[in-house]
Structures are given as structure tokens and as C-alpha cells.
């Protein structure tokens, strides 16, 4: 008997752990992507600067302002967003631009694809201010699209 009930204790101890888990990397997952980033595009866009304000559910609105005079260059923008490990991909809707990179800490950098073309490399950074610049290292370089 004193056997039966450890081993049924120890099921429920095991289903509780896998019950919590997955929500606490849910909250995790969008308290880490209910964020912006704000991208710089040197080779397409040099002059202008834009940001992404992602929601949880997969979405996001894009904004784009001129680097100068902070006015802005677009209506805003919108798309959808997903990631698998440090690589995200945002989807613009109505047009084909596609960002394809890796989020490494609070940076993400690759390449920005149109009509399924490299077209510029981009890079962004978490909050309100865009990078200083985007480099050339391998994490920023030509990236060809495994979609």
C-alpha cells in the first residue's frame, strides 16, 4: 500500500513539473518578444532608421523615420514575426520584404530578402535606439534563406 501511494505521489509530482513548465517559458517567451527593436538597412535604406513593436501573438507594426529629422518616412506597417532558437523571421504583409537573422542578447542581425532576393543587410537593437552602426562580422553577413 505505503508503495502504491509513493509511486502515485511521485506521477503527480511528475505531471506538475511538466503542467508548470510550460507555462513559465510561455510568460518568459512573451515577456522577452513584447518588446521593439529599431533596425538600421545601410546598403537599401542608409538614411532611415525603423522600428518593429512586437506583440506576443506573433505580430508586429513597423514604423520608419528619417534618421535626420526623426520625421516619419511611412505609414505604419505591419507583418508577423516567429523565431525558432535565436533565429527570427519577420514577414511584411503587403509587400515582400522578408528579415531573416539571429537574435543574439539584445541584437539581431541578417539580411533583408525582397521577392525572395538578398537585398541589404540589417541589424536592430532592443528598445528605442537604433544601433550605431551594422557590421560586417559573420553574424551580420549574407545569410542564404533556409525557408
Do not use: K
Request: include cysteine; charged fraction near 20%.
Amino acid at each position: 500500500m505505503a508503495g502504491r501511494f509513493l509511486l502515485l505521489a511521485a506521477w503527480c509530482a511528475l505531471l506538475w513539473c511538466l503542467q508548470v513548465a510550460p507555462v513559465l517559458s510561455r510568460d518568459a517567451a512573451a515577456e522577452a518578444d513584447d518588446a521593439a527593436w529599431t533596425a538600421i538597412i545601410p546598403e537599401a535604406f542608409p538614411r532611415y532608421v525603423y522600428t518593429w513593436r512586437m506583440s506576443p501573438d506573433g505580430s508586429y507594426r513597423e514604423d520608419g523615420r528619417d534618421a535626420a529629422s526623426g520625421r516619419p518616412i511611412q505609414a505604419t506597417l505591419s507583418g508577423h514575426w516567429r523565431r525558432d532558437g535565436a533565429r527570427m523571421i519577420l514577414r511584411q504583409e503587403g509587400y515582400s520584404f522578408v528579415f531573416d537573422g539571429v537574435v543574439v542578447g539584445n541584437t539581431y542581425a541578417g539580411t533583408l530578402y525582397f521577392n525572395d532576393r538578398s537585398f541589404s543587410r540589417f541589424c536592430a537593437a532592443r528598445g528605442e535606439t537604433p544601433p550605431g552602426r551594422c557590421g560586417s562580422e559573420a553574424g551580420v553577413a549574407i545569410m542564404q534563406r533556409r525557408d
